[in-house]
């Protein structure tokens, strides 16, 4: 079977450089790209994601909520502290807060809602204004901030760490990995949804084809933005492979319960977990 798309580069990355979908580029410069890439895409985010995903990103994004089935159970008196990191526009971090509300009656569980870009964040905090948790109780804020540091947030003051289609586009993915671990209290569960690797070699061929040439076309025609798309499709493909990240959930101190990770729609995406015990 032919390979349909190969990387433009092949210098494999070392300490001082890292990927940039498929380019090369110096580790310093990563986080500036990624910015203008995001800051690009914010205004058409929401739309492109139900294009090109064909609406599919909204099941994912509701299973891996119910899988999750987060929230102050009845009986007891102390609220979750939620963060939902790269949190962009909003979609898991008020996909959480609803699922708690519905299934458990919680109204007290506090939201962060952390991206580094302020773009993004900007999206997210417009669709808040119009939600029922914009009641002037203060359970919802914003914050922009490097999901690899996240220096104003304490050791050990959150119950549940979220990140959904995020973690592949940091610079150092271990060290964000670890700042999870740090931030969560024992017992607080990390969980992450992102794009991954196909397990079956056809499906994988009709799914490269499909984003390797509609995806940037369709950037360019409905958001006149080839390259933002391009980079997106790139770095899905640069992403560690299932296995190879649940590893590194578990470099970082985490427990990996079962098998470690679910794949969704033949792993084009897929939910991993981890447990700070
Ligand atoms: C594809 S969007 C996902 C947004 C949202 N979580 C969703 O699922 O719709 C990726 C987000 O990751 C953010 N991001 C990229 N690098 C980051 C970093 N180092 N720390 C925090 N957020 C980051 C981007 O700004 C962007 O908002």
């Not at 900007?122 to 939600?131: A, I, N, V």
């Not at 586009?169 to 671990?181: H, M, P």
């Amino acid at each position: 079977m032919p390979m349909l798309a190969r990387p433009v580069s092949s210098q494999t990355p070392d300490d001082e450089t890292t990927h940039f979908g498929y380019k090369t580029i110096k580790r310093e410069d990563k986080e500036k790209m990624v910015g203008g890439v995001f800051s690009s895409v914010a205004s058409n985010y929401d739309l492109m994601n139900d294009v090109m995903s064909m609406g599919v990103h909204r099941l994912w994004k509701n299973h891996f909520i119910n899988r999750l089935d987060a929230g102050m159970r009845p009986g007891s008196n102390r609220p979750l502290d939620f963060l939902d990191v790269a949190g962009g526009t909003g979609d898991i971090a008020f996909g959480l807060l609803e699922h708690a509300e519905k299934r458990f009656n919680d109204r007290a569980s506090t939201m962060t809602i952390a991206d580094i870009n302020p773009d993004m964040l900007r999206e997210g905090e417009l669709r808040y204004q119009s939600t029922k948790w914009n009641d002037g109780s203060d359970r919802v804020n914003f914050l922009v901030q490097n999901g690899e540091t996240m220096d104003q947030i304490e050791d050990n003051s959150k119950d549940v760490y979220t990140i959904a289609f995020g973690i592949r586009n940091f610079t150092n993915i271990q060290a964000g990995l670890d700042t999870a671990y740090r931030i969560l209290r024992p017992g607080g569960i990390f969980a992450c949804l992102e794009f991954s690797q196909v397990d079956n070699a056809a499906i994988d061929y009709i799914y490269q084809a499909y984003s390797f040439s509609l995806l940037p076309l369709m950037g360019q025609l409905i958001a006149n933005d080839r390259d933002s798309y391009q980079y997106l499709v790139e770095s899905i493909r640069k992403f560690p492979k299932q296995e190879e990240f649940k590893g590194m959930i578990e470099k970082a101190g985490f427990y990996v319960p079962e098998k470690g990770y679910e794949n969704l729609t033949f792993g084009v995406a897929s939910i991993h977990i981890g447990v700070k015990l």
